[in-house]
């Protein structure tokens, strides 16, 4: 019976501390539960789809199974076998894999916009790399059937201008099924897919064949808004699309001078908003930004490349919104927009990912807690 006691005495402290040690264990496994993957549910649940403002243009048959309920990103910049060290890429797609299939599960979109620069080396990436840099992004952006992706090319996918080939684009044309000058209509709604680093206006062989198409496609959209009685002999074999004004989707802003009328807290930082914009580098020319206001007289325009955010009015009455780097290594917020979208109307709504700041902050809080549980048991 003595022995027995004594046995027991000795086994307590072994207890006490597997006891312990699995209390650790439980404590930094919800931290870790929360901050990556929790987190992304907690944040994105706060998010809503913007109801459409209505008003006098919004027929009474336009009900909620009419409007379109889309998802717009940018720059994901998934990171190449040159610049992109192992651990950034590793923590930066697990971020944006997370986002994006929480974000899908969450809200059900119809359709999903990247605005450009999905890839960060695709403009100068080899063919294997090119082909590990889409298998990785097929893996991060897998969606359901009843969600559709719709990507455009950037400066990053296919080089800048003087970089930018036949093979390049037509790589990126064959995996994306993106062409500059392709209309997609859903409900109703046209979208005009530009591919912006084909705006150079000095004639090369993929800028011609790229304004051809939009030009051609906006003589379409001008007939197509045109009432029936309109007698126009230009548009009589024309093929009717819906009337409904379009929306750019492109990865340049078109001109502005800088960033300096830019408001909101995931705008440029102060020190960069004064730097003026280099056309044909930060934003389109002059001259293809008036090319493409006349040919299509947008209601819309949704832009990328800066990693900012931006609206600003063209001719004083057409919206452009830059949208901001959906990557964490370009931003510490970084965030997409969600659009409820009709044929006469449109409602855009922000919605914000998690801080990285603020998780690393929940990181150093739940290190600093683990310590002092350990020196006061430790103590005991």
Not at 312 to 317: I, Q, R
Request: glycine share 4%; aromatic share 12%; net charge positive.
């Amino acid at each position: 019976m003595l022995s027995s006691s004594s046995t027991a005495v000795k086994n307590l402290p072994l207890k006490r501390r597997l006891c312990f040690l699995l209390k650790l264990v439980g404590f930094v496994s919800s931290v870790l539960i929360f901050c990556e993957f929790l987190i992304y549910y907690v944040v994105i649940f706060q998010c809503r789809w913007p109801n459409v403002k209505g008003g006098a243009h919004v027929a009474e048959k336009e009900t909620s199974a009419s409007v379109l309920k889309a998802i717009i990103l940018a720059d994901t910049h998934l990171l190449g076998e040159i610049k992109g060290h192992w651990l950034d890429k590793l923590r930066r797609e697990w971020q944006m894999e997370r986002s994006f299939q929480t974000a899908l599960w969450l809200l059900q979109p119809d359709i999903v916009f990247i605005l450009g620069d999905v890839f960060d080396e695709g403009k100068w990436s080899s063919p294997q790399a090119w082909a590990d840099d889409v298998r990785r992004f097929q893996k991060m952006f897998k969606h359901s059937v009843f969600t559709e992706l719709v990507v455009i090319a950037g400066n990053h996918d296919i080089g800048f201008h003087y970089e930018m080939t036949t093979y390049k684009v037509n790589r990126f044309e064959k995996v994306f099924n993106f062409t500059s000058g392709k209309l997609i209509t859903r409900k109703g709604i046209n979208f005009v897919l530009v591919n912006s680093v084909a705006m150079e206006g000095d004639g090369c062989a993929v800028c011609r064949t790229s304004e051809a198409k939009l030009e051609a496609l906006s003589h379409k959209l001008n007939c197509s808004q045109q009432k029936p009685n309109h007698s126009n002999k230009r548009c009589s074999d024309v093929e009717k699309l819906p009337a409904s004004e379009p929306i750019l989707l492109q990865h340049y802003p078109l001109y502005r001078k800088s960033d300096a009328e830019c408001t909101g807290e995931d705008s440029a930082p102060p020190e960069e908003k004064n730097i003026p914009f280099k056309e044909k580098y930060d934003v389109l020319s002059q001259e293809a930004s008036q090319k493409l206001l006349w040919w299509f007289q947008p209601r819309l325009i949704l832009s990328g490349h800066t990693h900012s955010a931006c609206e600003v009015l063209h001719a004083g009455k057409i919206p452009e919104i830059s949208v901001p780097s959906f990557s964490w290594r370009n931003r510490n917020n970084p965030s997409f927009i969600m659009g409820s979208i009709t044929p006469t109307d449109f409602s855009l709504q922000k919605c914000f990912l998690p801080f990285e700041s603020r998780v690393f902050t929940i990181y150093c809080a739940a290190g600093a807690l683990l310590v002092i549980l350990v020196a006061i048991w430790t103590l005991e």
